[in-house]
């Protein structure tokens, strides 16, 4: 859909999967999980950490189908100017073998992290473990990214980048609407390209 996408490929995913639940024990036994989203550079020289509270979340899927998440955070800058934040997560029931882009590792999700800036736009891509704590067709369905991996594979070329190589965690929530998740990741889908047409895109 955007291009570059997480590679999936076969391989064992015991370890991972044991260690996500061994971390969601730990906060079942006192934590309030791992509290608002982040997204935290790996090298953290001259990077800064995005906190996004976004305030437009939607989901659908369901019935033992993967869920497909969107997520928004506009910000207004001086001037008239707006930079977006859009993440795109489809969690899957169960794990299955992978690999992102990062390492490989046990997936039971994937990432699309945008950013498009009046001058520019990047798109983020990884995979990671999401733990859902609500059943398939939730009103709201509320989840908690355990870890992902993210990288930037493209942008255009005055972009600057943020994070370089990042982890995403946190807590999550979306209302479910089949119509305004679509309509809305569609809608993204066109944001981003505008941008990389009229501002050159550089793969990663």
């Not at 707006?82 to 882009?101: A, E, K, Y």
């Not at 798109?123 to 930037?152: C, K, P, S």
Request: hydrophobic content about 40%.
């Amino acid at each position: 859909m955007f291009g570059t996408s997480t590679v999936l490929r076969t391989r064992s995913y015991r370890a991972s999967v044991l260690s996500g639940v061994a971390m969601l024990s730990a906060c079942l036994g006192g934590c309030s999980f791992y509290g608002p989203l982040r997204v935290t550079p790996i090298k953290t020289h001259g990077r800064v950490v995005l906190r996004p509270r976004f305030s437009t979340a939607y989901y659908r899927g369901g019935g033992g189908n993967p869920l497909n998440f969107y997520f928004q955070q506009n910000t207004s800058l001086g001037g008239g100017g707006i930079i977006r934040q859009i993440m795109l997560m489809r969690v899957f029931w169960t794990p299955i073998p992978g690999q992102t882009p990062i390492s490989r590792t046990a997936i039971n999700a994937t990432f699309r992290y945008i950013v498009i800036t009046p001058n520019g736009a990047g798109m983020y891509e990884g995979a990671g473990f999401v733990w859902l704590h609500n059943g398939g067709h939730a009103r709201v369905m509320h989840a908690t990214i355990l870890q992902g991996d993210l990288r930037l594979t493209q942008a255009t070329a005055y972009f600057r980048d943020p994070l370089g190589r990042a982890r995403i965690r946190g807590d999550i929530a979306a209302e479910r609407s089949q119509n305004k998740a679509l309509t809305l990741a569609l809608q993204a889908q066109r944001q981003f390209f505008r941008s990389t047409y009229r501002h050159r895109a550089i793969t990663r």
